[in-house]
C-alpha cells in the first residue's frame, strides 16, 4: 500500500509539472501574436525579423488564438475584441479586384501581404488553402464573441461577411479538383490537390458555404487519390510531414467522423493521426539515415526551417539541406531537421510518445523558455563542431499558432467546441459525408 501511494504522489507531480510546461510553453508560443500584430490593421508577420510581410494563414491563427489567450487570461477580452475587429475591418474593406497590387479577389487572399499597405508582396499566389486558414479563425472568433454589446455584434456580423464573400466555387476552376492558387498574370495554377494533404479544413469549409459552394463532387474526386499504406505495421493514411495530420485538426474534432473513406477503411482521421505519429516515432528510432540526435524521444518531421550549409559527410553520403521545407517520414525529404511543432501538436492524439518528447525538449531550455521545443526546426548532424544542435532562429507564426491551438485541443477543446457551434462547420462536413461523431448528437 504504502508503494502504491508514493507511486500515486509522483504521477500526480508529475502531472503538475506538466500542466506547468504546457502553460509555460503554450504562453510563450501565444506571446508571438501581440508583439507581430500591426495594430492600424490587424496583420500578422509571416514571421520575426525585419522586412517580413503578413501570411493570411498567421492572422487565421491569430485570430484563434485570442479566444485562448482570453480563457487563459493572457489577454483582455476588450483587447481581444478590437484586435480581431481591425483583421475582420481590414480584410473586409481590402482591394478585391484582383490586381498585381491588390489584396485579394472573390473573397480569397493573396499570401503575403506588405505589413503596412495589405497589398499582394513577393508576387505570390491568390492562395486557397492560406485563406481558408483564415476564414477558420475568422469564423472561431465568431462562434466565441458572441456578447450582445455593439462591437461583438459587428465582429459576428463582419466574420460572417467575409466567409459569406469566398467564391469556393470559383476556384474549382474549370474542372471538379480544386485549384492551390491563383496568379492575376496568368490565372489558376496548373497543379490542384492530390493525395491526402492539410486541405480537409478547405474542403469542409467550401462545402459549408451558403453562397458559393464546393461541388459535392470535388471532396470525392479529392479522395480518390488517396495513398492508405501500411508502414512499420500500422495501416494508415499517408502523408509524410506531419503538419498534414494536425492541422485540420486544430479546428475541427475528428474523433468518430467518417466519410466514405474512413468508413471503408474503420477508421476515421484522428486515429489516422495517431497512427501517423507512431510511424514518425518508428522512423526516428531506425533512424535509416543516420543522423544525430534521432530517438524515441527525438522525432518530428514536418514543415519547418532547416539549415542553410553546404553538404556534409554523413554516413558515407554528401548530405545535402533544404532550408525551410515540408520533411516527411518515412520517405523524405529528412536532412536531419526536427520541427520543434511536431511533438507539441501531437499531444492530442499521442500524449503517451509525445509528451516524452516534450519534456526533453523542454529541459534543454538554454536562453529562453522551451527554445528547442519552440524553434522552427534544430539539427544535431549540422551543429558547429558537431556539439549541440544548430537552431532556427527568430520565431514562425504559423508554428506559433499550431502550436497555441494544439495544447489548447490537448488542454481543453476549446476551438473544437467553437466549431461544434458554428452551423458551417457542421454543413460542411455533412456535404462531405460525414457520419458520427459529435454530428449524431
Not at 478590437?82 to 491588390?102: C, E, I, K, M, N
Not at 486557397?128 to 465582429?155: C, H, K, N, W
Not at 516515432?281 to 550549409?309: H, K, T
Not at 554516413?315 to 533544404?322: E, K, L, P, S, V
Amino acid at each position: 500500500m504504502g508503494s502504491g501511494l508514493a507511486d500515486s504522489t509522483a504521477d500526480e507531480v508529475a502531472r503538475r509539472d506538466d500542466a506547468v510546461m504546457l502553460e509555460q510553453l503554450q504562453r510563450a508560443a501565444f506571446d508571438y501574436f501581440p508583439r507581430s500584430t500591426n495594430p492600424r490593421n490587424g496583420l500578422v508577420a509571416d514571421r520575426t525579423g525585419d522586412g517580413s510581410p503578413s501570411s493570411i494563414a498567421v492572422v487565421g491563427f491569430a485570430l484563434s488564438a485570442y479566444p485562448v489567450g482570453v480563457e487563459r487570461g493572457w489577454i483582455d477580452r476588450e483587447d481581444a475584441v478590437q484586435r480581431t475587429l481591425q483583421a475582420l475591418r481590414f480584410f473586409w474593406h481590402s482591394d478585391q479586384t484582383g490586381r498585381p497590387d491588390a489584396t485579394g479577389h472573390r473573397g480569397f487572399y493573396f499570401h503575403f501581404l506588405d505589413m503596412t499597405s495589405g497589398s499582394r508582396t513577393w508576387h505570390c499566389e491568390l492562395s486557397i488553402m492560406d485563406t481558408a486558414l483564415l476564414i477558420a479563425g475568422v469564423l472561431s472568433s465568431a462562434a466565441y464573441f458572441t456578447r450582445q454589446t455593439p462591437l461583438e455584434i459587428e465582429l459576428r456580423e463582419l466574420a460572417d461577411a467575409l466567409y459569406r464573400r469566398v467564391d469556393w466555387c470559383w476556384a474549382q476552376g474549370d474542372g471538379t479538383a480544386v485549384a492551390h492558387g491563383w496568379k492575376p498574370e496568368h490565372g489558376f495554377l496548373s497543379y490542384g490537390w492530390e493525395g491526402y494533404s492539410e486541405a480537409l479544413i478547405l474542403y469542409v469549409l467550401g462545402l459549408g458555404s451558403p453562397t458559393y459552394p464546393l461541388s459535392r463532387a470535388s471532396f470525392e474526386a479529392w479522395t480518390l487519390t488517396y495513398q492508405w499504406e501500411n508502414l512499420y505495421g500500422h495501416d494508415f493514411l499517408y502523408a509524410g510531414p506531419l503538419f498534414i495530420h494536425q492541422l485540420s485538426h486544430a479546428w475541427i474534432d475528428f474523433r468518430g467522423l467518417q466519410d466514405r473513406f474512413m468508413r471503408e477503411k474503420r477508421c476515421d482521421y484522428f486515429e489516422n493521426s495517431r497512427r501517423a505519429t507512431l510511424v514518425q516515432r518508428e522512423y526516428a528510432i531506425r533512424n535509416p539515415l543516420d543522423f544525430r540526435g534521432y530517438a524515441q524521444d527525438c522525432w518530428g518531421l514536418s514543415a519547418g526551417d532547416g539549415p542553410r550549409l553546404p553538404p556534409l559527410l554523413v554516413a558515407g553520403r554528401q548530405q545535402t539541406f533544404f532550408g525551410y521545407a515540408a520533411r516527411g517520414a518515412p520517405y523524405g525529404p529528412d536532412d536531419g531537421t526536427i520541427a520543434g511543432s511536431a511533438a507539441l501538436a501531437s499531444l492530442v492524439f499521442a500524449p503517451d510518445i509525445a509528451l516524452p518528447v516534450v519534456r526533453a525538449l523542454y529541459a534543454r531550455t538554454a536562453s529562453r523558455v522551451g527554445q528547442d521545443v519552440l524553434a522552427s526546426g534544430f539539427n544535431a548532424t549540422a551543429a558547429p563542431s558537431g556539439v549541440g544542435n544548430w537552431i532556427s532562429q527568430g520565431d514562425f507564426g504559423f508554428d506559433q499558432g499550431l502550436i497555441v491551438l494544439m495544447i489548447e485541443s490537448f488542454r481543453s477543446g476549446l476551438l473544437w467546441d467553437l466549431s461544434r457551434k458554428n452551423p458551417y462547420f457542421r454543413t460542411g462536413l455533412s456535404r462531405a459525408g460525414f457520419t458520427g461523431g459529435w454530428l449524431d448528437e
